[in-house]
């Protein structure tokens, strides 16, 4: 079987490819950007497509590349872009029109092209890496959420088209890995409000997948993987 994991450059997009690997998966990863890490995908197999989902092209050329293929039967839609709204209001359009392109118009021509393929597959499944604070926008990350949430509604609407042949669900990270760019004082504070008060890591989400992937009995459902943060910010 074959998966295929946007977003695979760095942090939760190559650690799933690697266990997926490990699990005995054919996987395919788009990535943005190069990184002298890629190599250790390709060391163990993984078919590499770089691609910027802003542009509906490149989003045009993973599916090419899958199309070699007869054996797609998961994808993972973890690619995201991410950062604070800006003061100006020209960027805050443009920052929406890249969140927009990058968390719902690449995952909707992923999912439109490819679930005949995924549909011949006996338990094709797709899953949506979405956010727990779709339920708790912030203002300075209105783009971010919104078009998070939106990711959200898109997955719920191709559970109910593409079912019963193909699976649709989502999972909600929250505080699994901090950015290198929060300080001690923002993680104690994000913990503070956790209740499990510890940072997840990387294996929680792939544990989630690995459920998805074998109950097939679930489609529309979104699992939190937030070490029950959303109680605090919900």
Same mark, same amino acid.
């Given at each position: 079987m074959?998966?295929?994991v946007t977003g695979c450059?760095?942090?939760l997009?190559?650690?799933?490819?690697?266990?997926?690997?490990a699990?005995g998966?054919?996987?395919?990863?788009?990535?943005r950007?190069?990184?002298?890490?890629?190599d250790?995908?390709?060391?163990v197999?993984v078919?590499?497509?770089?691609?910027?989902?802003?542009?509906?092209?490149e989003?045009g050329?993973v599916v090419?590349?899958?199309?070699?293929?007869?054996d797609?039967?998961?994808i993972?839609h973890?690619?995201s872009a991410?950062e604070?709204?800006?003061?100006?209001p020209?960027v805050? @359009?443009?920052?929406?029109?890249q969140?927009? =392109?990058?968390h719902m118009? #690449?995952?909707?021509?992923l999912? *439109?092209?490819?679930?005949?393929?995924?549909a011949r597959?006996p338990?094709?499944?797709i899953?949506?890496?979405?956010?727990?604070y779709i339920?708790?926008?912030?203002?300075?990350f209105?783009?971010?959420?919104?078009?998070?949430a939106g990711a959200h509604?898109?997955?719920?609407?191709?559970?109910r088209?593409?079912a019963p042949?193909?699976r649709v669900?989502?999972?909600?990270?929250?505080p699994?890995l901090f @950015?290198d760019?929060?300080?001690?004082d923002w =993680?104690?504070?994000v913990? #503070?409000?956790t209740?499990?008060a *510890?940072?997840?890591g990387?294996?929680?989400i792939?544990?989630?997948?690995?459920?998805?992937m074998?109950?097939?009995?679930m489609?529309?459902a979104?699992i939190?993987?937030?070490g029950g943060?959303a109680l605090?910010?919900?």
């Amino acid at each position: 079987m074959r998966a295929l994991v946007t977003g695979c450059g760095r942090r939760l997009g190559f650690y799933l490819c690697e266990q997926l690997v490990a699990a005995g998966w054919q996987v395919m990863g788009s990535y943005r950007s190069e990184r002298p890490e890629l190599d250790r995908l390709r060391d163990v197999g993984v078919e590499l497509v770089q691609a910027d989902f802003t542009r509906e092209e490149e989003v045009g050329a993973v599916v090419t590349a899958l199309a070699a293929h007869e054996d797609l039967a998961l994808i993972i839609h973890n690619a995201s872009a991410f950062e604070p709204q800006a003061a100006d209001p020209a960027v805050q @359009l443009a920052q929406f029109e890249q969140f927009y =392109r990058v968390h719902m118009a #690449a995952p909707f021509q992923l999912n *439109r092209a490819l679930a005949p393929a995924l549909a011949r597959q006996p338990n094709g499944g797709i899953i949506h890496i979405t956010d727990i604070y779709i339920h708790a926008p912030a203002p300075q990350f209105a783009a971010y959420v919104a078009t998070k949430a939106g990711a959200h509604s898109l997955a719920m609407s191709f559970a109910r088209e593409l079912a019963p042949a193909v699976r649709v669900n989502t999972i909600e990270p929250g505080p699994i890995l901090f @950015l290198d760019e929060h300080g001690d004082d923002w =993680r104690q504070q994000v913990l #503070a409000k956790t209740p499990l008060a *510890r940072e997840g890591g990387l294996e929680p989400i792939w544990q989630a997948v690995q459920m998805l992937m074998k109950n097939d009995y679930m489609t529309g459902a979104s699992i939190r993987v937030d070490g029950g943060r959303a109680l605090a910010v919900i």
